[in-house]
């Protein structure tokens, strides 16, 4: 057999193993329900934002059951919350911090799970103006300040949040995933942990130019994961697994304590959801030398 | 967690995850698309409208002396004699012409035979839509104003000093939200257009490609919307084009790029050619999209097909 025959071969062979379905990633066994795990609770609510002026949007509070308000608990908000509480989605993170938190994985952590504003139509059979473009693509520090000046002092209202940064993570998928990384470059003094899946660091709005940005800026306290597929998108705004891989090059460039897991699927949420537990348990990983 | 609540929680779920399309330039023009020169001697061309027939109407806002059209067979003429300096023009549902005569600090409307109607004067109009319903909505670029003139006749200040120098103006195709272009800054603002025709919300929706030398500054000028919801900006790096959710596709130069872009439109057979003011000369492309027209009845936008 010739040796390029062989390798052809071989290749054929190893083909199925190296090219994971996007569809074969699932949530793992952290995200089911499990006897003797005491179940957090979690409400929904609704807000009309005066920093995205006009916009209303849901939100939901998970709050663990070992939370009891005698001392403030860790934070963290995840974009396009309504996908992560979804019971049948990809994240199901309500369930994962359940047991994360009975474990010791990770902190008694209050969860901020919040969807994209909308400017609701003013007559009936006209279309909502989306602003989650608006608000998660743009390099500016308005999202960081809905966050620090209006929902947490919402959230802080009924329960005690942390106020250490170090204590406080956000999350986001996509467009999402840049927003979260956003909000810890503008704002570290308020959150220095972020995830970022299948994270959008490319042109929709002039976040391509993060990469060079971290090379260039006096390294920010932050805590940075990324998730990223081969098969991502390759559009107009930018090359998502390239994207991906110039931040992870960036940031080890600027020694960030940060990390790079680069999958086989595609622009969904299901690799960063079947890794979830996983990826809570790298980000919080010394939660107990930390003062929430 | 209770039924209601899970409902509620898949329902407003469903409304975020509807992905936002992603609009390149190569899925407006076909691949053997390029400008095509429609008219040329004109002095500087401005005020590009079409009607429901797709003819085009515009005006030479420096040297002209009448409003022109082209018709569906090229064929250019002289529409309305003895109406000079025009900046823009827009069909009103009830069949009359409404313009921005800029030079004489008024706005008018010209009925079916022609005669002419004065709707405000002493103001500074610079471009203008009129909604299905008879609203119309002009932009004041130097006192940084957008005014409405109601189906009435009554003309009120719908925003003031939130766009700097608001100069192009166009509807969603759904005319609940208007959208108007800063010339002295590098956004596009868009409004919600209430039930009793005042404007709410604004929100910098658009972020223009500006120049190196001024990048603060990015000329928006003239604007129009297709039925796929795009904005359609002229500016000062050429014609930039936005999805409905406010994120660039794409950016064309101006034909000829030394010279100011300030006006486009959909026109021709179909609505489905974008014509561009080019200084002096017009220019139009063929897209695989069509306009949206003011005039006509409000829709939701349609999905671009795969």
Redesign the interface.
Known sequence: MKPYLALACALLFFTPALFAADEDYVPGPEAMVKEGVPRGK?S?HQWTSQV????ER?Y?VYVPAQYDGSKPACVLVCF?G??F???D?SFRAPVVLDNLIHAGDMPVTIGIFV??G??P???E??????????EY??LSDQNARFLIEELLPEVGKSYKLSTNPDCRAVCGNSSGGIAAFTVAWERPDAFRKVISHIGSFTN???GHVYPALIRKTEPKPLRVFLQEGEND?D???GNWPLANREMEAALKFAKYDHQLVMGTGKHSGRHGGAIFPETLRWIWRDWKTLQP | ?NRT??T???A??L???AP?Q????SQIFPEDSAWELVVEGYEFTDGLTSDAAGNLYFSDVKGGTAVYRVDLEGKSSEYIPNAPGISGLKWGADGKLYACVSKEQRVVVFDKDKAVTELAKEVRPNDLVVTRDGNLYFTMTPTSEIRRIDPAGKMTVVSSGVVGKPNGISL?R????LAVSDHGGKFVW?F????DGTL????N?M?LVTPAETPEVGKGDGMTTDVHGRYYVTSAEGLQIFD???????VLPAPDSKLPIVSCCFAGPGHAWLYVGNGGKIWRRKTTSAGALGFEE?K??EVVPK
């Not at chain 1, 995205?52 to 916009?55: A, K, L, S, V, Y």
């Open positions: 979690i929904q995205f002026e006009g916009t849901d939901w396009d309504g996908g509480v979804k019971e989605g969807n994209p909308v400017v139509p003013a007559k059979g006209q279309e909502a103006r989306k602003n989650r473009s608006f693509d743009t929709i709005r002039g998108l559009n107009l705004h | 967690m609540l899970f509620s929680l898949l407003s779920t409304i975020v995850s936002a992603d609009m390149a330039l969603s759904d005319q609940g939200t868009v919600r257009i209430e039930p709410a919300h604004p929100g929706y972020t409905p959710t406010g994120r660039l596709c794409g409000p939701a936008n």
